[in-house]
Nanobody, 122 residues
């Protein structure tokens, strides 16, 4: 079982940057999702455990970037040019068996972190 711990959320102003971290107990393919109250969970981006392939939602492409520290099993989400509509809870997820075609599907991930709040003021 992969354990995940997120950190780095907070309150920032529009246009600012923020970096989230997700520490995993073992190496796995990982992803970020976000979910606002009353809305469906939204895929943000993912990184494959082998090869480091990354994939992003159109809504964050060019603004957000996922990187990882392989030695420490930590995934980062660098968020730039933040907008008020980016405000929500961000959760990381992990899977030992996700394939490319399902990287954006929440159902493909068996393990989830507790979530961290990101608030962007206008």
């Amino acid at each position: 079982q992969v354990q995940l711990v997120e950190s780095g959320g907070g309150l920032v102003q529009a246009g600012d940057s923020l970096r989230l971290s997700c520490a995993a107990s073992e190496r796995a393919s990982m992803a970020w999702f976000r979910q606002a109250p009353g809305k469906e969970r939204e895929f943000v981006g993912a990184i494959k455990s082998r090869g480091g392939f990354t994939y992003y939602a159109d809504s964050v492409k060019g603004r957000f970037a996922i990187t990882r520290d392989i030695a420490k099993n930590i995934m980062y989400l660098q968020m730039n040019s933040l907008k008020p509509e980016d405000t929500t809870v961000y959760s990381c997820a992990a899977s030992n068996s996700v394939i490319l075609s399902t990287l954006s599907k929440a159902s493909a991930y068996a393990y989830w972190g507790q979530g961290t709040q990101v608030t962007v003021s206008s």
